[in-house]
């Protein structure tokens, strides 16, 4: 036992060596061209002509190099493609000299890849000093901010002079907005359009959704002169169009004047934002096309397009290098915080109910921003895998490989990202793409290819290898077979005297290489069981060709088992006239003319269909001169059967509709009159019932008219009259 155990263990041990150095590949072995086999990695071909044994595959020339090495492959005919160096076709170098600033380098390469082998170079990035800085402040001119406004006024030489601190060379813009101008988001009483503030008391400017009040420039002056004319707005919903105004800001490149710089967009609010679909509250469902569409005046209506979408906005950000702070007050911070998280770039501030901390919130932000780097790839093809290792302040690269290069706290130092490229299939052309820093209008231009295809040279035609007939290329006859003792021995679905003919090239139909009803040779189908046709597709039954026992109706020919109609007939079994009234128009015709026991005068006006009459009045199918009806039809014998007979009489339509019309018109001004008739009698009724009761409700009394006076008037002289206690006497009256 022991001795076997002795001879097996140094045969195990040259197998799994033998395994090792031969095979070390196993995967590539599958490959019968040089092609397939280098788009494998790890596997090389080769091209030797004398290298494969009597009855090896042409298989066998793809093998690991060492393998091929190890059976006697000479090395320069190993087809083993390796790393090809890099291309720069511009590798200027970082600069922060003002007329030409360079912040990342290298800024175009060319590279060659192949297929799973990853390739790797280096990216570098620093900050120039002193870069310019646009800055553009978006404001919400709502009602609630009219505090804010009112700070915002005086802040210009302010924001300047903190910015001045960074660079010397800083542009500001001032743009606002508030909402759509359409329900419900803005009221459309016209008293309310023009003044949309609540109480009477103030003064606001109509509803907007953006306006560029001032385009980017030096003066600070013009800032706070153009700000300071700025009147606050209002409208009725809470949220606000801070998305159309970021879009209109960021899109809009000429009229606001964005300058190939460092680009700032502060937006400041104290409540939240519509977004996609809410403008379908208002009747607006087509989506936002990212274009400009501000008018000559400067300003946006918004009433075309719908709210644009978080993912849109943050698109054109990138897309246009622009960096986004958003100085909002404290209790909607939650919800801009979860809006910068979707947008790169971007910070987020509490802004103080008067925005008396927003210079010091700009300056803070910004900061945050430039010391952030992000390096990340925009229209990498999706055959190529993108990674990237950070070196950060002078630390090793981080041996994790991440689909962005980030670093964090980085001032004016010098960023090392390492970057790698791999293809995982091979690229139908050149494809080009873009590395580029997070806000940083430079970008790496990347053009890269995949090598896919050997290069064995030159093919040699009529090669003596293959017996004088072939092509010689990379060692195998036409790569469809291998020469043995002056003869081509063919590989796989391939055959011929020189493997030049491909056994599966030919049609397919139903799924199925020549139908599943022959076989392919050579490029054609080889039909069986009588079957015919390029794809062996035409059945030889004629069993689907039978209307009952008729085929094709009688009324065409049965081809592939399918039925090919006569002229006027379709259908599966050409059972259905095409255009039947007019099939037979002159047949009827003809008999309407010379009647019907003259048939033969119409047999050739009628295509041999039988014809007949009917008695009485009908209407059929088909009409001629509003006169007679007629209907054509298959017989069960297939042959055409036409019925005609006289059309019913009808009123002229014209007429009618001119009756019925007036008859309307009439019935309807009658029915009006009756209407009002009865109407004022249920007045007069109601009228005279409130009178008759008024009348009994009313109580009559006597009373002396008060400008009668009568005939005799009396007058008592007071000087003769007697005080007595017990009586008076009066004084004779005088007449």
């Not at 809006?339 to 900061?367: F, H, M, R, T």
């Not at 997070?438 to 970008?443: D, M, T, V």
């Not at 020549?514 to 040779?521: E, I, L």
Request: charged share 25%; hydrophobic share 30%; glycine share 6%.
């Amino acid at each position: 036992m022991m001795k076997a155990v002795l001879i097996a263990l140094p045969v195990l041990f040259y197998c799994l060596e033998q395994r090792f150095i031969l095979g070390k590949e196993p995967l590539c072995q599958s490959h019968s061209s040089c092609s397939e086999c280098i788009r494998s990695p790890g596997c090389a071909w080769c091209r030797q002509m004398d290298f494969l044994k009597p009855g090896e595959s042409n298989e066998r020339r793809c093998d690991s190099p060492e393998a091929l090495k190890a059976r006697r492959c000479k090395e320069d005919h190993v087809i083993n493609p390796g790393e090809h160096p890099l291309t720069y076709v511009k590798n200027s170098d970082l600069s922060s000299d003002r007329e030409n600033v360079v912040q990342l380098k290298p800024q175009n390469i060319n590279i060659t890849l192949r297929v799973g082998v990853p390739h790797e170079f280096t990216v570098e990035f620093k900050r120039a000093k002193g870069y310019p800085i646009d800055l553009y402040y978006l404001m919400d001119l709502s009602y609630s901010m009219k505090d804010d406004l009112e700070q915002i006024k005086t802040l210009g030489q302010k924001i300047l002079k903190k910015l001045k601190d960074i660079t010397e060379t800083v542009r500001i813009g001032f743009g606002s907005f508030v909402d759509k101008e359409m329900l419900p988001y803005v009221s459309q009483v016209k008293s309310r359009r023009q003044n949309p503030c609540p109480n009477r008391i103030d003064t606001c400017q109509p509803a907007f959704s953006f306006k560029n009040v001032l385009p980017l420039t030096q003066n600070a002056r013009d800032f706070e002169r153009e700000v300071s004319k700025q009147k606050i707005s209002g409208n009725l919903d809470a949220p606000e169009a801070g998305l159309d105004a970021i879009m209109q800001a960021v899109v809009c490149q000429d009229k606001i004047r964005w300058g190939d710089v460092t680009r700032i967009l502060v937006y400041t609010s104290d409540d939240t934002f519509h977004m996609a679909g809410d403008g379908r509250l208002g009747g607006v469902f087509q989506p936002h096309n990212g274009q400009c569409h501000l008018s000559d005046q400067g300003s946006y209506n918004g009433k075309a397009y719908d709210y644009p979408s978080v993912g849109h906005v943050s698109r054109v950000l990138q897309d246009n290098n622009i960096q986004l702070i958003f100085a909002v007050t404290e209790d909607i911070y939650p919800a801009y915080k979860a809006l910068s998280a979707l947008i790169p770039q971007s910070v987020v501030g509490v802004l103080k109910n008067d925005s008396s901390n927003v210079v010091d919130l700009i300056s803070e932000a910004y900061g945050n921003l430039s010391s952030t780097l992000v390096l990340e790839q925009e229209g990498a093809p999706k055959e190529l895998d993108v990674s990237y290792a950070s070196t950060c302040k002078g630390n090793q690269a981080d041996i994790e490989w991440k689909t962005k290069g980030e670093c964090q706290n980085i001032k004016h130092e010098k960023i090392t990202f390492q970057v790698r490229l791999n293809a995982s299939a091979c690229l139908k052309e050149p494809q080009t793409f873009r590395i580029k820093m997070q806000g940083i209008n430079e970008e790496v231009k990347i053009t890269v290819d995949t090598e896919c295809h050997c290069n064995c040279g030159v093919p040699e035609k009529d090669s003596k290898h293959c017996n004088s007939s072939g092509t010689l290329s990379c060692g195998v006859c036409s790569e469809h077979g291998t020469c043995e003792c002056g003869k081509c021995v063919c590989q796989g679905q391939f055959s011929g005297k020189f493997c030049e003919c491909d056994d599966n090239s030919c049609e397919y139909r139903n799924g199925f290489l020549c139908n599943g009803k022959g076989r392919c040779k050579c490029g054609k189908c080889i039909c069986s069981n009588n079957y015919t046709g390029s794809a062996c597709d035409c059945s030889p039954r004629q069993d689907k060709c039978f209307n009952d026992k008729w085929l094709c109706s009688g009324q065409g020919k049965c081809n592939c088992n399918r039925c090919q109609c006569n002229p006027g007939f379709k259908g599966e079994h050409c059972s259905v006239l095409i255009n039947d009234c007019m099939l037979l128009k002159d047949c009827v015709a003809c008999h309407m003319e010379v009647g019907i026991p003259d048939t033969n005068v119409c047999a050739i006006r009628c295509l041999n269909a039988t014809v007949s009459r009917l008695e009485g009045t009908h209407e059929l199918h088909c009409t001629y001169q509003d006169t007679v009806s007629y209907d054509v039809k298959l017989g069960d014998d297939g042959k055409i059967v036409l019925q005609y007979a006289d059309l019913p009489r009808s009123v002229d339509k014209t007429t009618l509709i001119i009756s019925i019309s007036v008859s309307g018109i009439i019935l309807i001004g009658i029915i009006i009159i009756i209407i009002y008739r009865c109407l004022v009698e249920l007045y007069d009724i109601r009228e005279y019932q409130n009178f008759v009761k008024a009348q009994k409700q009313t109580e009559w009394k006597e009373v002396q008219n008060p400008l009668f006076k009568g005939a005799t008037t009396t007058v008592y002289n007071p000087l003769h009259m007697k005080h007595d206690e017990n009586e008076k006497e009066l004084s004779e009256p005088i007449i």
